[in-house]
């Protein structure tokens, strides 16, 4: 069993910078791909990037660009570099674990999962 608590979320203005994290704990949780994914309201959850345990990052191809997933696994943390955020980037940012992978960018292997952080951009 792995938990994730996220951490980073706050209101910025259009066009600012955000950085996410994703403090994990539990059994193996430095050996586990990771991710992170946003739901804004009214909408479905969506796919923002992913990171296999030994850093390899991956990016659908919608959202390349803007954010960069890296993580620390000497302090078993994952992080969600924002930039040039804009108002429709409005949403709770979920960290997930994709338990029993290593490496995996197959959304529907992420199977832990955060509380959300909400993060709120001002035009």
């Known amino acids: 069993q792995v938990q994730l608590v996220e951490s980073g979320g706050g209101l910025v203005q259009a066009g600012g910078s955000l950085r996410l994290s994703c403090a994990a704990s539990?059994?193996?949780?430095?050996?586990?791909?990771m991710g992170w994914f946003r739901q804004a309201p009214g909408k479905e959850r969506e796919y923002l990037a992913a990171?296999?345990?030994?850093?390899?990052?991956y990016y659908p191809d919608s959202l390349k660009g803007r954010f960069t997933i890296s993580r620390d696994n000497t302090r078993s943390t994952v992080y969600l570099q924002m930039t040039d955020l804009k108002p429709e980037d409005t949403a709770v940012y979920y960290c997930a674990a994709a338990a029993g992978y290593a490496w995996t960018f197959n959304p529907a292997d992420f199977n832990s999962w955060g509380q959300g952080t909400q993060v709120t951009i001002s035009s």
């Open positions: 539990g059994r193996s949780a430095s050996m586990l791909a």
């Open positions: 990171i296999s345990w030994n850093n390899s990052p």
